[in-house]
């Protein structure tokens, strides 16, 4: 039985159709990472799974139950929660109050600022400062600690790495791999694809609103992901979509 | 596909309101002055909201203190008369006197965004009810007659205002109409859009939004020049009331924001409702009021925009329309 | 008067103005909306206020704790219904809807009671005609001395109570945290679980019963009719615009400087009293916003 079920969803801004049809599902205890070009469908997907965007069509389903038409906050407390693209942590809030905000949504999990702070120990010294004033690596590391202050059963991660220097990226990463260790389950767009490789079991390449590959991300052969990636046919280049 | 500016449609309603015009003109030589004196309301109805339409629909500047354009016209009209000046002059003289103030205000209003904008306005409204109360020469609080326009045969005096006011109010509707026509009416209109993607398309928004303020002060100056000549008594607290934006903004709303043919019907319509309810008081101004903010919340686009959009109607040529080509 | 007593005077008016504006400072803080009836809500307050005080003859403040349920109950409603529906449209849609909501209250309360004017002055009894006088005495020119009216006290401490209370509540508890990330980024804390429309119900349940309080202070202090709410706006926007837009003590300083000009204005003519307090208005809109080039960071008409 799969924790996420994503079935036919059909997502547009206006007249533009950012996601096709897409079918997913992800495992309990699984990571699974979602890759593709820009403008591939991927964070329109998992602001769909989180209730940021309304889909045109299609179900998403959390232990087979459907939550389409549940609003954002209502799915944080059934367990979905989203790191967006871009942080948007809350500058005039501190990092304390930043975590601490969160905690509400569903009580009673093993994530508390303590715990979180274990896997962020550089935070520690930043606790009380405002937001706005932490580097981009330690405002990530934010934004997944807030995520997980929510106790979450399925995290969603939007291009954790973006805008980050390699260090930054490592540490998250690092950390990451803890919160996975736990058990946590995660679907996560990467746009760096070794690392999304490292981390994940499954990977899932999407191109122009549609999945084109699926697998395990260790015994994919690599040349397929490129091809799938940049919808390149195998005998030569051309055409899109497999 | 061509792109044509001119339908039948619109060519038979220019034609018609041409037709409009004249026979207005013929009413003070028809009607009564008690029918005149209502006409004329009508059209000052007609212009203030052009006018108010003009600041919100096209420039997106929401104001709730255009009174102080209408009080200080009414009042010029009665200071000017008062120094001598034959009145229907005096009239003519305060309209651009009381406009041209527009022009320094214009300066530092126009910086202000939404809510400070609006209300900025209404203060300056205030200050300046509170500074022509303050002068006993002006009747203070409790108010001044045009008494110049006594001497003048009551039919006579109705004739002449009213039509004084077709003429400036089908000045100011064919203002904005050729303004909406020109490639700065253009500019306007994606400002209505838009009003970011128009300045990142290199449209001057701030010149714009000054001519719009400019147009909408003068506008309303006459709006209270007319007033004056019509009711010819006037006091602080009903000239500058804030009344005025609230008739201004529930003829707008209704009729159609941002359209040129909304304000019109909106007019109308409030003409006539004020002519049936004559008695006023406050249920017909609830129901203003609520009728307002439910068109605000529920259908923006107001009457007149709402037919628009549903006919695909365009009966004053003001956009560029696309058409297959048969 | 001395110059001195206008000043404290002017301090004392000026917290009840700073009263009147921690509502629409609050919900502009929170919601980025100036409701445009938030004169007449207060007004709204108090008559609910006289109403209880006519039907129980118990003191206007214990009847104000009667009243406050009934305000948070209209806070929540209108969020709910009119504000709601006007936040997800546009810029505009907010002042129209307020705009013709004000215009509803007004005519619906003129409708109820009539034109005439009313006051709780009387049934607060000692608090509205106690006062003391310090250092008093004759002078040359004219009376010395300083006036210190218990109401004006009251009104002065409750004010900073208010505020205090509030600062509080926004950096201390965590409703208020969840307030201060709405107002940030209302879709960033939808996906931390937080909705938004139960927090901006919050602020304006909060925001319309200090309304109301401002009512009930209007009410004891002076006269109130139906029509009496727009002035009341014009004040507590003034009060919020002096002290500097988004700005919680910002607002109460706004509030005292708007009553000092205001007594100022009135040491030189009477009439002159509530036109002091629009030049500084204007003066700080002029000076903040220029008509002049002052800062080029990035600001744009």
């Known amino acids: 039985m799969s924790l996420l079920a994503v079935e036919d969803l059909d997502c547009r801004y206006g007249l533009l159709q950012a996601v096709r049809g897409v079918s997913l599902q992800v495992a309990e205890r699984e990571t699974v990472a979602l890759i593709g070009a820009n403008g591939a469908g991927k964070s329109t997907l998992l602001r769909a799974i989180a209730g940021a965007h309304q889909p045109h069509a299609g179900r998403v389903k959390l232990d087979e139950a459907d939550v389409t038409s549940l609003s954002a906050h209502a799915r944080v407390r059934r367990g979905i929660a989203l790191v967006p693209e871009g942080r948007r942590l809350f500058a005039g809030l501190t990092v304390d109050e930043n975590l601490r905000v969160a905690a509400a949504s569903r009580p009673g999990g093993r994530w508390t600022v303590r715990t979180v702070i274990e896997v962020f120990p550089f935070l520690q010294a930043r606790l009380h400062s405002p937001a706005a004033t932490l580097s981009g690596g330690e405002q990530q590391a934010v934004a997944i600690g807030r995520a997980l202050m929510t106790n979450p059963r399925l995290l969603l991660l939007d291009e954790a790495s973006l805008g980050l220097a390699p260090v930054a990226v490592d540490a998250v990463y690092r950390s990451l791999g803890d919160v996975i260790r736990e058990g946590a389950t995660v679907l996560l767009v990467e746009q760096d694809l070794a690392r999304a490789l490292k981390v994940a079991d499954r990977v899932v390449c999407m191109l122009e609103g549609r999945v084109v590959l699926e697998g395990d991300a260790r015994s994919l052969d690599r040349d397929r992901i490129v091809n799938a990636y940049f919808g390149l046919r195998r005998a030569g280049v051309g055409g899109a979509g497999t | ?326 | 008067m001395t110059i001195t007593n206008a000043i404290l005077q002017g301090i004392f008016l000026g917290a009840f103005y700073a009263v009147l504006a921690c509502g629409l400072s609050l919900m502009f803080g929170v919601m980025r909306i100036i409701n445009l009836a938030h004169g007449d809500i207060a007004v709204l307050g108090a008559y609910i206020v006289l109403v209880i005080v006519q039907g129980t003859g118990i003191s206007p403040l214990i009847a104000f704790a009667i009243a406050l349920p009934v305000l948070i109950a209209i806070g929540y409603v209108l969020q709910l219904t009119i504000l709601q529906r006007a936040l997800k449209a546009g810029i505009l849609t907010p002042l129209l809807a307020t705009f013709g909501l004000s215009i509803v209250i007004q005519n619906l309360l003129l409708l109820k009671f009539s034109p005439d004017v009313h006051s709780l002055g009387a049934s607060a009894g000692a608090l509205t005609t106690q006062s003391w006088s310090l250092f008093s005495g004759e002078s040359g020119a004219g009376s010395t001395g300083i006036t210190i009216p218990a109401l004006g006290l009251v009104v002065l401490s409750v004010a900073v109570v208010i505020f205090a209370a509030l600062q509080l509540f926004l950096s201390r508890t965590r409703p208020g945290w969840r307030m201060r990330a709405t107002a940030e980024d209302p879709d960033a804390a939808e996906l931390i679980g937080i909705d938004s429309r139960h927090v901006y119900a919050r602020a304006t349940a909060i925001a319309v019963a200090i309304a109301g309080l401002g009512g009930l202070f209007l009410a004891i202090r002076s006269v109130f009719d139906p029509v009496s709410g727009p002035t009341q706006l014009i004040f507590a926007f003034e009060a919020v615009v002096i002290g500097g837009m988004g700005s919680l003590w910002g607002t109460l300083l706004g509030g005292l400087a708007l009553g000092v000009a205001q007594t100022l204005g009135a040491q030189v003519n009477p009439e002159y009293a509530a036109l002091s307090g629009h030049l500084l208005f204007l003066a700080v809109l002029v000076i903040r916003f220029g008509g002049v080039r002052l800062a080029r960071f990035g600001a744009s008409a």
Do not use: H
């Open chain 2, 1 to 326: 596909m061509t792109v044509r500016r001119w339908t039948r449609t619109s060519k038979l309603f220019t034609g018609c309101t041409g037709l409009v015009a004249l026979l207005l003109a013929s009413v003070p030589l028809v009607f009564s002055p008690d029918i005149v004196q209502k006409t004329t309301t009508l059209l000052i109805l007609i212009l203030l909201a052009a006018m108010w339409n003009a600041l919100a629909g096209y420039g997106g500047l929401l104001s709730v203190g255009q009174q102080a354009f209408i009080g200080l016209g009414a009042y010029g009209t009665v200071l000017f008369a008062g120094f001598g000046v034959p009145p229907y002059v005096a009239m003519l003289l305060a309209v651009v006197v009381a406009g041209s103030l527009s022009i320094p205000i214009s300066l530092f209003a126009l910086r202000l965004r939404a809510a400070q904008f609006a209300i900025g306005m209404w203060v300056i409204a205030e200050v300046a009810s509170i500074v022509v109360g303050l002068d006993q020469g002006l009747g203070a609080g409790t108010g001044i007659s045009l008494s110049q326009l006594y001497q003048v045969d009551p039919n006579y005096r109705q004739a002449y205002t009213f039509w004084l006011a077709l003429a400036l109010t089908v000045l100011f509707l064919a203002a904005i109409f050729f303004l909406l026509r020109s490639p700065l009416g253009a500019s306007l209109q994606a400002i209505r859009d838009d009003e970011d993607a128009a300045r990142s398309l290199g449209v001057r928004v701030a010149a714009r939004k000054r001519l719009l303020f400019v147009l909408a002060g003068f506008g309303c100056a006459a709006a209270g020049v007319l007033i004056v000549a019509n009711t010819l008594f006037i006091e602080p607290g009903s000239v500058f009331s804030v009344q005025w934006s609230a008739y201004m903004i529930f003829m707008v709303l209704v009729g159609g924001l941002g359209t040129f043919e909304g304000p019109i019907v909106g007019a109308i319509l409030l003409f006539a409702i004020q002519t049936t309810f004559t008695q006023g008081g406050p249920w017909y101004l609830v129901g203003l009021g609520a009728t307002a903010a439910l068109f605000a919340l529920l259908l923006p686009k107001g009457l007149w925009g709402t037919i628009e959009e549903r006919l695909g109607l365009r009966l004053l040529p003001v956009g560029y329309q696309v058409v297959e080509k048969k």
